[in-house]
């Protein structure tokens, strides 16, 4: 039978129209009257994020207007014309940063696992040329391709991997994938969590936690969040046990020793995964139990509340809905509930108390012997059909050819005979029913029988009746079987919405339509199902043909769709990794999220780094330790990448030095504006603050400051730049001063001057600093260096007369009168040691 | 040794392969956690120990009050089960408080957090420069809302105009048992000393022309502080200059994010650095660091602790998302110093780094505390998840 997958069911649902903000610079579909003021709405937007800056501009320049038209808009004064609106197109709940942080993990993690594997696969990947170059790719394309074809895919619900198929490597990559899958849906399950104690506590208007937490969320959206994630979280949970889960990849409990014998891949996952596995090692874990348990967590449909309302009455069984009760626990494989409150039903009760009932008193040693066919009590019959239902182990339903399919139907069929001789043409011939009962009891062994009729009927969802379907028409969940149910169940239950659509189409084993759908439904979901089909190599066939066709939504904001087309035209991005440079981009929409924005962008093999160097100058920086950390991250980044991308990521991080080494200089800090553009590459720059810093310390005289900056400079930063090193040296020769040694400062200050360490601009104050030399009782200077020094006096002077003022220097007087006197001071003194130095 | 053969052999530290260990994953708080502190053990209420923690670079910025059962270690080596302690932690209550008044909405980032010694009051260090204190009230039993943070005092201690990155960067409480005084230091390199009440002691300005990271008190009147220039600076609280710099000369320029005093032996000090490495220094001898440090990290060492009830471990937190103790044979030493009594041998192997991490949390651990007496350590990070794991 044809899937309904007709036209219709296979387009995406519309994309829900985009919301319109009204800022209110003018009354709704009001423009006319802008225009008749002369005024139009100009926007400009912010790189690399979603804020954008909305005011009203002059529609035609005032140059450009008539007389008439200026005379009359002269009068009018625009009450929004000296309003800016600064506003953001797109948000991300705030109740969403949490679990953002925590996916993000997750991702990383997973990251780091598979470059762990890459780079321990050593030689046996061809022509993937050098590991750290396979590395730098990381999730290109070739090497899913080779994982894929490795695991070639066919239809089959459990999965057409066969464990003799598979090399350790691919083994591990299986591992790293399905481990991150369970991490990830770990992640949803406590973010659901939360957010449903978040609401409580709105809705209950608790104080200050729910207040500073929440930030003003209230009840409802919090809810509507819940909801979304919690279809997320069945949707996750969906995709883990049909394609992640290695367990039924590799064919059982193997897995667990497989792991761990790829310790160096998975070091703690290891720990994790052989755990997880040594619980459930035993046959019992089929992919019909974990759709069970699938159902059990996501699409209870208040299964329990019905429970509590029924046990709850003095009377049970005579609640409304007592039938359906045992009706839904029957479908969804609880029998021991179902059992239970069919013992409730007093006409059918074997207990002692009341004297055995029908049956009369039966030994209890006997009890546990009665078979379906030998009883004539339904409650009974009904249990030990359901307790002797033979149930599929792992190896069986994975449809390996051998004894176990084989056993297994046998099994299968002699119980069949047992529920036909008690249930068959919808009569219980040989059953005492009450005639109140019959037909719910008719209904109940239908179910157990595997009528589908009944089932379909009896279920409430189409989750529901597949499951079911499963369990009693088709236990072996063969992928033919898989197509049958499917249709059954549309052809019953036709659903249509969104969250229906994404989870059939990952039962059909559609990957496009299931993605498609998923990334309408929320994007954080269509990026990881993508990036975790991507590792797992499913998406290889798809992506070459190009098959997978327009995206439904076109993402959050991300102009220009993928509009088919092979992968190559397009610059060599994958699938995977445009989803992600979509889902980082709507990430840089809150500011709280750059630290995901960024790594986001620097998974990405292909853009990743360009997009890093335009975002990474671009992150406000409100904290120091903000500022600190996007220094490692950079540093981080660039030793990871090696070659291109590390110039490219060195490029970004002295960008950002240069940001924040404007921002020093812009609040005065200039110690920190000069170490920032040292590291910023920007020499000149420095060499104006050194002259800044250094005037400032001669007009002053404050030494304070300068000795601040100066002595915090590391010796290995100020040899990096010549005026740096000047004036750590003149700091020197003022701690020479100070500790007395005159001799030695002489020295340092003939060689600063002899040897042109010392710029121009500076001799004078330095010559100025020889005078308490000169006078001192010690003879400091020799006959060369006396006349060293007047050569440079001589050449400051001369300098002095041209310019009228020496240029940049500090003149500590009006005019020339005065500097000439300090200087005629200093020939003075000049000439008097030269005698005392030829003596 | 004469001291370029000193250099010569500082200059490869130790190889070893760091042993890894897990760190068990604990309740979320919404928000990117800058700094978490054990209360002191006599302020245990209803048998419960707390702990607070300081948010930062969220929408609103807080301080947290979490508690916790200090029976925990005995079930979890009792049952084995890993994810028990989880529910140790969830079930307390929380109490919350924001660090920046309603009238001013400007973001103020927890930087600092300290209790006071009599273990009700918490100061907390913020990004708009001012300190803040808290004082904790409440009994555990009330279920939630048991506890309240309220604040007592806020005092304005540094300066931070528009175009800094950050006013007050990091806090230390000196260890009198009363009348505790308040060191604190900033990004305008100024210390200021100050009291809970508000009062402003001293301020030493012109300290570093870089940020200053961290102080903390090394003697009743002492504070070493060390900044981004990759300097150590000591100074006497009502002294205007310092009384030793130094700070490490052989390579590249180390910028330092994190300092630690050994609790009984003042003249050893530990730093953190940018790169991953800690260095543990003598007083007695600044030109080079004790010939042992270790490169624990890959990347930006937030905190630096040491540990004296265990072997000597130096523990430290980073941003590579990893949480370290390492032991080396001169730190052992120290604590052996402190332990003679008790003759144990101390084995002469190599250096040992244990590494903390995560499972699949690889984001920055920033802050991090150790309670004395029940072994306890809890880490936090940027992904707002508490760590915790026993030692």
Same mark, same amino acid.
């Given at each position: ?839 | ?163 800094? /990155?950050? $006013?007050?960067?990091? +806090?230390?409480?000196? #260890? *009198? !048992? @009363?009348?505790?005084?308040?060191? &604190? ?42 900044? /981004?220039? $990759?300097?150590?600076? +000591?100074?006497?609280? #009502? *002294? !205007? @200059?310092?009384?030793?710099?130094? &700070? ?61 009830? &265990? ?81």
């Amino acid at each position: 039978m044809p899937s309904p997958s007709g036209q219709a069911a296979d387009r995406a649902p519309s994309a829900p129209q985009p919301e319109t903000l009204y800022l209110g610079i003018c009354p709704r579909g009001g423009l006319d009257e802008l225009h008749a003021l002369n005024r139009r709405i100009q926007a400009a937007q912010r790189p690399l994020s979603k804020d954008v800056v909305v005011f009203a501009a002059a529609r035609t320049a005032k140059e450009a207007l008539t007389e008439a038209e200026r005379a009359r808009a002269q009068g009018v004064r625009f009450p929004q014309d000296q309003l800016l609106h600064v506003t953001r197109w797109q948000e991300v709940p705030a109740t969403r940063a949490p679990f953002v942080h925590a996916a993000l993990g997750v991702f990383l993690a997973a990251e780091q696992q598979w470059q762990a594997v890459a780079d321990a696969g050593g030689g046996d990947h061809a022509g993937a040329g050098a590991p750290r170059a396979r590395a730098a790719r990381g999730l290109g394309v070739g090497a899913a391709a080779t994982a894929g074809s490795a695991v070639r895919r066919g239809a089959g619900a459990a999965g057409a991997l066969r464990a003799d198929s598979l090399d350790g490597r691919a083994r591990a990559r299986l591992a790293v994938v399905s481990q991150a899958s369970a991490g990830l849906r770990r992640e949803i399950y406590n973010h659901v969590r939360s957010l449903e104690v978040q609401a409580a506590q709105a809705a209950r208007g608790a104080g200050a936690a729910a207040a500073a937490t929440t930030a003003a969320a209230s009840a409802d959206e919090i809810r509507q969040e819940a909801a979304l994630y919690a279809g997320v979280h069945s949707v996750w949970h969906l995709a883990h046990i049909l394609f992640f889960d290695d367990y039924h990849a590799t064919g059982g409990g193997a897995s667990g020793m497989l792991t761990t014998t790829a310790a160096s891949a998975a070091a703690f996952g290891g720990r994790q995964q052989s755990a997880a596995a040594a619980a459930s090692a035993h046959d019992g874990k089929t992919m019909l139990e974990d759709l069970k348990q699938w159902l059990a967590l996501n699409h209870t449909h208040d299964i329990q509340g019905q429970f509590e309302e029924i046990v709850a009455m003095v009377n049970p069984t005579s609640h409304p809905n007592f039938w359906t009760y045992i009706f839904k626990c029957l479908l969804r494989g609880q029998f021991d509930a179902a059992t239970t409150m069919l013992e409730l039903l007093p006409a059918y009760k074997t207990s002692d108390a009341l004297g055995g009932g029908r049956l009369g008193g039966m030994p209890a040693s006997l009890r546990a012997a009665v078979s379906a066919t030998s009883t004539s009590n339904p409650v009974e019959a009904l249990k030990a059909l359901v307790k002797s239902m033979p149930l599929a182990s792992a190896a069986a339903s994975a449809g390996s050819v051998g004894g176990g399919s084989a056993q297994f139907q046998q099994r299968r069929m002699a119980w069949k005979e047992d529920v036909l001789f008690v249930f068959s043409d919808g009569r219980l011939s040989p059953l005492l029913v009450d005639e109140r009962d019959r037909r719910h009891f008719e209904t109940a062994f239908g179910i157990v029988a595997g009528v589908e009729a009944t089932i379909l009927e009896a279920s409430t969802t189409w989750q529901e009746a597949f499951v079911a379907l499963g369990m009693f028409v088709y236990p072996q969940l063969q992928g033919s079987d898989v197509q049958e149910m499917l249709a059954a169940v549309a052809e019953r239950f036709a659903p249509t919405a969104l969250l229906d659509r994404v989870q059939l189409a990952l039962l059909e084993m559609d990957i496009p339509k299931a993605i498609r759908f998923a990334s309408t439904l929320d994007w954080w979901l269509a990026t990881h199902l993508v990036e975790l089909f991507d590792k797992s190599g499913l998406l290889g066939d798809f992506e070459a043909a190009g098959t997978l066709g327009p995206v439904g939504s076109f993402g959050p904001g991300w102009a220009g769709g993928w509009a088919g087309g092979n992968a190559q035209g397009r610059d060599e991005c994958t699938l995977s990794e445009w989803y992600r440079l979509a889902y980082a981009d709507y990430l840089t929409s809150e500011p709280t999220l750059w630290r995901a924005a960024l790594e986001y962008y620097a998974s990405c093999a292909r853009h990743g780094a360009e997009m890093l160097e335009a975002l990474v100058p671009r992150i406000p920086l409100d904290s120091d330790v903000k500022a600190r950390k996007l220094l490692a991250f950079c540093e981080a980044q660039a030793r990871r990448r090696g070659g291109a991308g590390a110039a490219g990521l060195r490029a970004a991080k002295r960008q950002l030095h240069r940001v924040i080494a404007r921002r020093a200089m812009a609040g005065g800090r200039l110690g920190e504006a000069i170490a920032h553009y040292l590291d910023g590459g920007q020499g000149q720059a420095v060499t104006a603050l050194c002259n800044r810093l250094l005037g400032e310390y001669l007009t002053s005289g404050d030494a304070r400051p300068f000795n601040a900056v100066v002595d915090s400079l590391h010796p290995s930063v100020v040899f990096r730049h010549e005026r740096v090193a000047f004036l750590a040296r003149y700091r020197d020769l003022h701690k020479l001063y100070e500790a007395q040694s005159y001799v030695q400062a002489g020295g340092l200050l003939i060689m600063l001057l002899s040897s042109n360490a010392a710029p121009r601009a500076f001799w004078r104050a330095l010559l100025l600093d020889a005078i308490p030399l000169l006078e001192g009782e010690v003879v400091v200077f020799s006959v060369e260096d006396t006349f060293e020094l007047m050569r440079c006096l001589e050449e400051v002077s001369a300098r002095g007369r041209r310019s009228g003022g020496v240029r940049g220097a500090p003149t500590s007087g009006s005019g020339p009168g005065e500097a000439d006197e300090a200087l005629d001071v200093l020939r003075l003194a000049l000439t008097r040691n030269l005698s005392r130095a030829m003596v | 040794m004469n001291l370029t053969e000193r250099m010569l052999n500082a200059r490869a530290p130790p190889h070893t392969v760091p042993v890894l260990a897990r760190l068990h994953a604990g309740p979320t708080i919404a928000g990117k956690v800058s700094r978490v502190r054990w209360a002191p053990l006599r302020s245990l209420r209803s048998g419960r120990s707390l702990l607070v923690a300081g948010t930062y670079d969220g929408r609103a910025p807080s301080v947290h009050l979490w508690s916790f059962d200090p029976q925990a270690r005995q079930r979890l080596a009792e049952d084995g089960d890993e994810d028990m302690l989880a529910g140790v932690l969830e079930s307390s209550d929380m109490a919350t408080a924001a660090t920046h008044q309603a009238s001013a909405p400007a973001k103020a980032n927890v930087t600092g957090l300290e209790f006071l010694e009599e273990g009700s009051t918490v100061v907390a260090a913020l990004d708009d420069g001012h300190i803040r204190a808290f004082q904790i009230q409440g009994d555990a039993g009330g279920g939630a809302g048991g506890f309240r943070l309220s604040v007592v005092a806020e005092n304005k201690v540094h300066e931070r105009p528009d175009r800094h /990155l950050a $006013g007050c960067t990091a +806090l230390a409480l000196s #260890r *009198a !048992s @009363s009348d505790q005084h308040i060191a &604190s230091v900033g990004a305008d390199g100024k210390i200021a000393f100050s009291t809970i009440n508000g009062r402003i002691l001293h301020t030493i300005r012109d300290v570093d022309s870089l940020s200053l990271t961290a102080v903390q008190w090394r003697t009743a009147s002492q504070v070493a502080t060390a900044s /981004l220039s $990759g300097r150590i600076c +000591l100074y006497d609280q #009502r *002294a !205007s @200059s310092a009384a030793l710099v130094f &700070s490490d000369h052989r390579v590249d320029v180390q910028p330092l994010h994190s300092l630690a005093v050994h609790p009984v032996r003042a003249e050893k000090l530990a730093v953190g650095s940018d790169s991953g490495l800690v260095q543990l220094w003598d007083l007695r001898n600044t030109s080079v660091p004790e010939s042992i440090e270790s490169q624990t990290h890959e990347s930006i060492v937030w905190e630096v602790q040491f540990h004296n009830n &265990s072997f000597g471990e130096i523990w430290s937190c980073s941003e590579d998302g990893s949480v370290g103790a390492w032991t080396s044979m001169v730190s052992r030493s120290l604590a052996g110093e402190a332990k003679a009594a008790n003759g144990v041998m101390m084995d002469t192997a190599a250096d040992r780094t244990t590494l903390f991490r995560a499972a699949q949390q690889p984001l920055s651990i920033n802050s991090f505390s150790i309670q004395s007496d029940s072994g306890a350590l809890v880490a936090a990070g940027d992904a707002g998840q508490l760590l915790f794991t026993f030692v």
